[in-house]
C-alpha cells in the first residue's frame, strides 16, 4: 500500500470515529450559566496554573503532541499549525454574537457583490488585477462564492469586529478539526475538565462537504457529481493539505473525488478532466493571481468555466469578497443609501471605517480629509492590512510604531495593496508557546476565524498573530473550544 492510500485510510478511520453528523454547537447553545468577562480571565488563568503544576511541567505532554502533529503532518511549510499549549476559549454568549453577525454579514456582502458586478466604477475601486475582474465578471448560473470561507473576526469591549474574509483559499477548515482531537485527549486538558470546566468542539468540518454538494445540486449538477479539488502542487510534501482531507471526506460519502494541480487539467469541449477523470465540480483552493501568475487566460479551467462547463466553488467572483476593499464601499453611505436601517446597524457594528491607500481626499466621521496627511496625522487609531486577506504581507499598528516606523509602512503600502482601517483593540493575550523543547509565554494578539459553509457558520479556529515593532503576522493556529461550566 502507498504512502498517500495509507493516510488517506487513517482519514476514512478518523471520519467514522467522529460522528461528524452532529447538531452544531453554533446553532444549538445549551441553556447554561454564561460566563462574565472576568469570569473567562479566570479560566484562561486557571488553565495557565495547570501549566505549572508538577504533573505537566516536565512538558513530555507537550513533546508527545508535537510528535502526534508531526506523524499526522499537521504542517506548514515544514512548522507545526499549532506550536501552542493552550486552545482558545469562547463562551456561548459569544459564539452566539459571532455567529448571528457573520450570518447575517454574508448577504450583505454578497448584496455589495452583485452590485459591484453591476457597476465598472464600483468594480474599479477594489483594486482587482484586469484579469481578475474579467473573470469576476462572467456570469454564473448559481454564485459560489459563499460555500466555504472564513472571516477574520476580533472581539472588543464585548462586541465583534470584522476586519477580512477569505472566500478563494480559505485556512483552516480540516487541519482545525484533526488539531482540537489532539487537544482534547491531553492530560491537560482532562485535568482542566474535572473542574468547573466543561469544553466542546465548534461544529464540524464535515459540513464543508455537505455545502459543496447543495451547491453543486443547486448549480444543477442532478447526479452525483465528480468532484476534484485543486490545490498548488506541493514541492515538499511535507504537510497533509486541506485538499487531501477534503478528497477523504468526500469518498466517504461515496462520491468519487480527486486532488488535482493546474498542470493535471485537460478541456475538450464540453469536459473538464484530469486525466480519464470527468470532472463535474470542483473545489478551487488557489488564488486567482496564483494561477495567473504561470498560466493565461487560455488555461483549460478557464475555459471550461467562461463555457459553464464545470461548476467551480468557490467561483471566480469570490476575489470580490475576499478584497478588503469591498469594506471600503460598506462604509460609503452613497453606496448603502437603500439598505436597511438594520443592515447599516450591522455594518457600523462590525465593519471598521477603511480606506484604500492612495493619494485622495475621502471622509472619516463625516468629515472631509486628505487620505495620506490623515493616515500620517492619526497613526495611534489606525492600522494598516494588505488588500487581499491572506496574501502574507504584514499587518501595520500605528500605536506602536514610531512616528518614522508608521511613515516607512505607509510608503510601503502605497506601493503594494493595502488598506487603512480604524483599529478596534482586540487586546492582547499571553499565548504558551513550546518551543526548542520550552514553554514559552508570548504576548500576541488573536484573530476568530469563523468557518462559514453555506452562509452558515459551522466551525471556528483562532490566528494566533505576533511579531515586532509594531507589525502582526501570523504565527500558529490553535483550536477553539466552547467553553461552559460544569
Same mark, same amino acid.
Given at each position: 500500500?502507498?504512502?498517500?492510500?495509507?493516510?488517506?485510510?487513517?482519514?476514512? =478511520?478518523?471520519?467514522?470515529?467522529?460522528?461528524?453528523?452532529?447538531?452544531?454547537?453554533?446553532?444549538?447553545?445549551?441553556?447554561?450559566?454564561?460566563?462574565?468577562?472576568?469570569?473567562?480571565?479566570?479560566?484562561?488563568?486557571?488553565?495557565?496554573?495547570?501549566?505549572?503544576?508538577?504533573? &505537566?511541567? /516536565?512538558?513530555?505532554?507537550?513533546?508527545?503532541?508535537?510528535?502526534?502533529?508531526?506523524?499526522?503532518?499537521?504542517? =506548514?511549510?515544514?512548522?507545526?499549525?499549532?506550536?501552542?499549549?493552550?486552545?482558545?476559549?469562547?463562551?456561548?454568549?459569544?459564539?452566539?454574537?459571532?455567529?448571528?453577525?457573520?450570518?447575517?454579514?454574508?448577504?450583505?456582502? =454578497?448584496?455589495?457583490?452583485?452590485?459591484?458586478?453591476?457597476?465598472?466604477?464600483?468594480?474599479?475601486?477594489?483594486?482587482?488585477? @484586469? +484579469?481578475?475582474?474579467?473573470?469576476?465578471?462572467?456570469?454564473?448560473?448559481?454564485?459560489?462564492?459563499?460555500?466555504? $470561507?472564513?472571516?477574520?473576526?476580533? &472581539?472588543?469591549?464585548? *462586541?465583534?469586529?470584522?476586519?477580512?474574509?477569505? +472566500?478563494?483559499?480559505? +485556512?483552516?477548515?480540516?487541519?482545525?478539526?484533526?488539531?482540537? #482531537?489532539?487537544?482534547? #485527549?491531553?492530560?491537560?486538558?482532562?485535568? &482542566?475538565? !474535572?473542574?468547573?470546566?466543561?469544553?466542546?468542539?465548534?461544529?464540524?468540518?464535515?459540513?464543508?462537504?455537505?455545502?459543496?454538494? #447543495?451547491?453543486? !445540486?443547486?448549480?444543477?449538477?442532478?447526479?452525483?457529481?465528480?468532484?476534484?479539488?485543486?490545490?498548488?502542487? /506541493?514541492?515538499?510534501?511535507?504537510?497533509?493539505?486541506? *485538499?487531501?482531507?477534503?478528497?477523504?471526506?468526500?469518498?466517504?460519502?461515496?462520491?468519487?473525488?480527486?486532488?488535482?494541480?493546474?498542470?493535471?487539467?485537460?478541456?475538450?469541449?464540453?469536459?473538464?478532466?484530469?486525466?480519464?477523470?470527468?470532472?463535474?465540480?470542483?473545489?478551487?483552493?488557489?488564488?486567482?493571481?496564483?494561477?495567473?501568475?504561470?498560466?493565461?487566460?487560455?488555461?483549460?479551467?478557464?475555459?471550461?468555466?467562461?463555457?459553464?462547463?464545470?461548476?467551480?466553488?468557490?467561483? %471566480?467572483?469570490?476575489?470580490?469578497?475576499?478584497?478588503?476593499?469591498?469594506?471600503?464601499?460598506?462604509? /460609503?453611505?452613497?453606496?448603502?443609501?437603500?439598505?436597511?436601517?438594520?443592515?447599516?446597524?450591522?455594518?457600523?457594528?462590525?465593519?471598521?471605517?477603511?480606506? %484604500?491607500?492612495?493619494?485622495?481626499?475621502?471622509?472619516?466621521?463625516?468629515?472631509?480629509? =486628505?487620505?495620506?496627511?490623515?493616515?500620517?496625522?492619526?497613526?495611534?487609531?489606525?492600522?494598516?492590512?494588505?488588500?487581499?486577506?491572506?496574501?502574507?504581507?504584514?499587518?501595520?499598528?500605528?500605536?506602536?510604531?514610531?512616528?518614522?516606523?508608521?511613515?516607512?509602512?505607509?510608503?510601503?503600502?502605497?506601493?503594494?495593496?493595502?488598506?487603512?482601517?480604524?483599529?478596534?483593540?482586540? *487586546?492582547?493575550?499571553?499565548?504558551?508557546?513550546?518551543?526548542?523543547?520550552?514553554?514559552?509565554?508570548?504576548?500576541?494578539?488573536? $484573530?476568530?476565524?469563523?468557518?462559514?459553509?453555506? *452562509?452558515?457558520?459551522?466551525?471556528?479556529?483562532?490566528?494566533?498573530?505576533?511579531?515586532?515593532?509594531?507589525?502582526?503576522? $501570523? $504565527?500558529?493556529?490553535?483550536?477553539? %473550544?466552547?467553553?461552559? @461550566?460544569?
Amino acid at each position: 500500500m502507498s504512502l498517500v492510500a495509507k493516510e488517506l485510510g487513517c482519514l476514512y =478511520d478518523h471520519l467514522k470515529r467522529h460522528d461528524l453528523q452532529k447538531s452544531n454547537p453554533a446553532t444549538e447553545l445549551p441553556e447554561k450559566a454564561e460566563f462574565r468577562m472576568e469570569q473567562m480571565s479566570e479560566a484562561i488563568a486557571c488553565y495557565d496554573q495547570l501549566l505549572a503544576q508538577e504533573a &505537566f511541567r /516536565d512538558l513530555a505532554w507537550a513533546e508527545e503532541l508535537q510528535e502526534r502533529m508531526m506523524r499526522d503532518r499537521l504542517l =506548514d511549510a515544514g512548522h507545526l499549525l499549532a506550536p501552542v499549549l493552550r486552545p482558545q476559549f469562547i463562551s456561548s454568549a459569544q459564539l452566539a454574537k459571532l455567529t448571528a453577525g457573520c450570518e447575517r454579514l454574508v448577504p450583505i456582502l =454578497d448584496q455589495v457583490k452583485t452590485m459591484v458586478l453591476h457597476s465598472p466604477a464600483l468594480l474599479n475601486r477594489l483594486h482587482l488585477l @484586469p +484579469a481578475e475582474k474579467m473573470l469576476a465578471s462572467i456570469p454564473v448560473p448559481h454564485a459560489t462564492g459563499s460555500t466555504a $470561507c472564513h472571516v477574520d473576526a476580533h &472581539f472588543s469591549n464585548g *462586541g465583534v469586529s470584522v476586519s477580512g474574509l477569505e +472566500a478563494c483559499k480559505p +485556512a483552516g477548515f480540516a487541519h482545525t478539526e484533526l488539531v482540537a #482531537d489532539l487537544f482534547l #485527549d491531553l492530560p491537560i486538558i482532562k485535568a &482542566f475538565e !474535572r473542574g468547573r470546566y466543561r469544553l466542546e468542539k465548534v461544529g464540524s468540518a464535515n459540513r464543508l462537504v455537505e455545502a459543496l454538494l #447543495d451547491t453543486a !445540486r443547486k448549480s444543477g449538477v442532478g447526479r452525483t457529481p465528480n468532484v476534484a479539488v485543486l490545490e498548488a502542487a /506541493d514541492p515538499a510534501g511535507e504537510g497533509l493539505s486541506e *485538499g487531501q482531507w477534503l478528497v477523504s471526506g468526500l469518498a466517504a460519502r461515496d462520491v468519487p473525488a480527486l486532488l488535482v494541480t493546474p498542470e493535471n487539467l485537460q478541456y475538450s469541449r464540453p469536459v473538464l478532466r484530469s486525466g480519464s477523470f470527468q470532472i463535474d465540480v470542483l473545489f478551487r483552493r488557489l488564488r486567482t493571481s496564483e494561477l495567473l501568475a504561470r498560466y493565461d487566460l487560455s488555461h483549460p479551467l478557464l475555459q471550461a468555466y467562461r463555457d459553464q462547463s464545470v461548476c467551480v466553488i468557490n467561483d %471566480f467572483q469570490a476575489e470580490i469578497l475576499g478584497r478588503r476593499t469591498l469594506f471600503e464601499l460598506l462604509s /460609503d453611505s452613497a453606496v448603502i443609501a437603500n439598505f436597511s436601517p438594520c443592515e447599516r446597524e450591522l455594518i457600523s457594528e462590525l465593519i471598521p471605517w477603511t480606506r %484604500f491607500v492612495s493619494q485622495r481626499k475621502t471622509v472619516f466621521e463625516g468629515k472631509p480629509v =486628505d487620505l495620506l496627511p490623515f493616515i500620517l496625522a492619526e497613526r495611534e487609531r489606525l492600522v494598516l492590512r494588505p488588500n487581499e486577506s491572506s496574501n502574507g504581507h504584514p499587518v501595520f499598528i500605528g500605536a506602536e510604531m514610531s512616528q518614522r516606523e508608521w511613515e516607512r509602512s505607509t510608503r510601503m503600502a502605497l506601493q503594494v495593496p493595502y488598506v487603512v482601517q480604524e483599529r478596534r483593540d482586540p *487586546g492582547r493575550q499571553r499565548i504558551p508557546f513550546f518551543m526548542h523543547g520550552d514553554l514559552r509565554m508570548r504576548e500576541a494578539e488573536v $484573530c476568530l476565524r469563523p468557518h462559514l459553509f453555506g *452562509g452558515k457558520l459551522r466551525g471556528a479556529s483562532a490566528s494566533i498573530e505576533a511579531g515586532f515593532s509594531g507589525t502582526l503576522a $501570523c $504565527c500558529a493556529s490553535a483550536p477553539v %473550544f466552547l467553553l461552559e @461550566p460544569n
